[in-house]
């Protein structure tokens, strides 16, 4: 299955949405809230235009499957990263493999160092995120780049 990331825009909000407010991914989040459209627009519309955040779709064979958000952290300068896959993408290697990617556009754009946070019981993005070489510290998952 060949893997790229390409930048988000407006045209990809509706399949973010989708995704952010499936049971499965809602499960997962830190966030497990469902969001309305407008609060979906409102963030969006912010966040495609601020700086010090990244947000990529992840594309296998084609198709959108996935999105990669990168947020700059005010102390340190590294950016945390979260990944949310297509729920009928789950289990293929596609997030991880998306997660080595990102490694290589973070190299690209200078970053040093990404961080994630991860819920204990998320069994299968903690196996993403070591697989794609992130090593567990005290609270988070972080990997030089």
Do not use: Q
């Not at 989708?18 to 830190?30: A, C, D, I, Q």
């Not at 963030?43 to 700086?51: A, Q, T």
């Not at 990244?54 to 990669?68: K, M, Q, R, Y």
Request: aromatic fraction near 8%.
């Amino acid at each position: 299955m060949k893997i790229t990331l390409k930048p988000a825009d407006k045209s990809d909000l509706k399949r973010i949405f989708e995704w952010r407010n499936h049971p499965l991914v809602r499960g997962k989040s830190f966030n497990t809230g469902k969001i309305s459209w407008g609060e979906h627009v409102g963030y969006w519309k912010k966040r495609l235009c601020s700086k010090g955040k990244h947000s990529l779709i992840v594309v296998a064979d084609g198709n959108n499957t996935g999105l990669i958000r990168l947020d700059r952290m005010r102390e340190s300068g590294d950016y945390e990263v979260s990944i949310m896959i297509d729920p009928a993408m789950h289990g293929k290697g596609v997030g991880t493999t998306a997660l080595k990617k990102t490694k290589e556009f973070a190299r690209k754009k200078e970053i040093r160092r990404l961080h994630a946070r991860i819920k204990a019981k998320n069994i299968g993005s903690i196996k993403a995120f070591e697989a794609a070489g992130f090593k567990p510290e005290t609270y988070d998952y972080v990997v030089e780049v």
